[in-house]
């Protein structure tokens, strides 16, 4: 009884050993990151993001008005006209964004 419990204890142990293992080497893959290559502005008067030619002035554009990022970017180029719900629960959007600008608002205006 003692060896078919000492046995169970081995084998458990030696299972936990090998997941911890696995876990941990795991942990240290390094994942690249995405290189952001196409930058979107939010549009006021559409409710979409329109690409934004060259690289983003935000701290002069981006007025506050609503609850979404001023600016996201992707690493390739998407279709233009996607909403801010699309960032958020679109999978062939959200999937695409890698980076959301930490200013909400408006990044074209009414006049743009």
Avoid: W
């Amino acid at each position: 009884m003692i060896n078919i419990m000492n046995k169970n204890i081995k084998k458990t142990a030696l299972s936990l050993l090998v997941v911890g293992l696995a876990i941990g080497a795991q942990s240290f893959t390094s994942v690249t990151p995405k290189t952001t290559n196409f930058y979107y502005g939010y549009d006021v008067v559409t409710g979409t993001y329109r690409l934004i030619s060259g690289t983003p002035d935000q701290e002069n554009n981006c007025e506050p008005n609503d609850n979404q990022a001023c600016v996201v970017g992707t690493e390739l180029q998407i279709p233009q006209g996607f909403t801010p719900s699309d960032v958020i629960s679109d999978p062939d959007v959200s999937s695409a964004i890698n980076y959301q600008s930490p200013d909400k608002g408006e990044y074209f205006h009414a006049a743009d």
